[in-house]
């Protein structure tokens, strides 16, 4: 089964992109599995180009301590294979302006920013060539992304009906618990790498201390019932979920140990503390060796430029161009 999926290096990595995503990607990683780091992508909001050179090399690390093993996937940098830019600009004169203007993600990001740039728009068009270059079948995502798959979909299969039989056609795969992990803070809105109040994420990377803090800081509710019920009770449903991805079992069956809001937060801050801490540890190893991190890289980029080449060359000829 071919997979890719792919994370911006957009900010710290958080416990909604590792139990939405990326764990998923551990639990499925195959030598038919693709997973790129999109620093493409990341160029489409404001970011210091000093920072994004740290951050991809933070992502890599983040994604080899959480788990990933480049002896059995490919690992690779979106913009070192260059037919991903290349292949954006086809489907770009297949997608409409129509369909791109009604995304989610589009008109929530346009409306935080005067002037936003033309790329946030074309976003998707940009992910659909990631997904399309690889025929993959499966996209392993967090809830979020489901609009941009179906835009794929409906791209791909609008490609091979005018050009002929050239993609595959992708579907997403998505996590039975914490397919959106919400804000500790606002646990209406998604926690989010670039909009997050500062107690609303926890981070791959924080201290136990940091941790424990965010999870006893939590908003709840003034009821005194630990119950796993999203429309009236979202704060602790958040948690009971990330509580639930963490450990295996069901929320409802989670809910029905506690009747104290606070042992529930305890818990759930020392479940979290020693999931991560192996990850966090890691982490630091890889990211203190430079040359490694480098050859991990090279070699992936050089796996997905192998697949991802013929794919654009079949699509590009089928457009007629010469
Ligand atoms: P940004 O806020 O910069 O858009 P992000 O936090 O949404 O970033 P991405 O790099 O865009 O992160 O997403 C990487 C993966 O993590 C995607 O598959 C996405 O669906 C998933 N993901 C992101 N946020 C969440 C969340 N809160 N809950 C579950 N999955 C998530
Ligand atoms: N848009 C995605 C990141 C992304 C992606 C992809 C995910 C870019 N290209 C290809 C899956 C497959 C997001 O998470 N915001």
Redesign the pocket.
Known sequence: MRIL????P??TM?I??F????KHWVDSQSPEAYYCV?DL??LT?EIEPSVLREQTADCVASLLAAGLDPEICTLFIQSHVPYHARLSWLLECVASYGELSRMT?FKEKAERQEGYRVGLLTYPVLMAADILLYNAQQV??????RQHLELTRNIAERFNNRYGEVFTIPEAIQPNA?????DLQEPTR???????SPLGSVYLLDEPSEIEKKIKKAVTDTENEVRFDWETKPGISNLLEIYSSFEGSSPEAIASRYTRYGDLKSDLALLVIESLAPIAERYRELRNDPVALEAVILRGDEKAAEIAGPVYRLASAAMGLI
């Open positions: 999926s792919g994370i911006q957009s900010g958080h909604g992109n139990l939405g995503a990326v999109v992508h990341a909001l993600q392993p995502v967090g809830d979020d992304q914490a397919s959106r992990v919400m998604k926690m989010s790498k670039s909009i997050s």
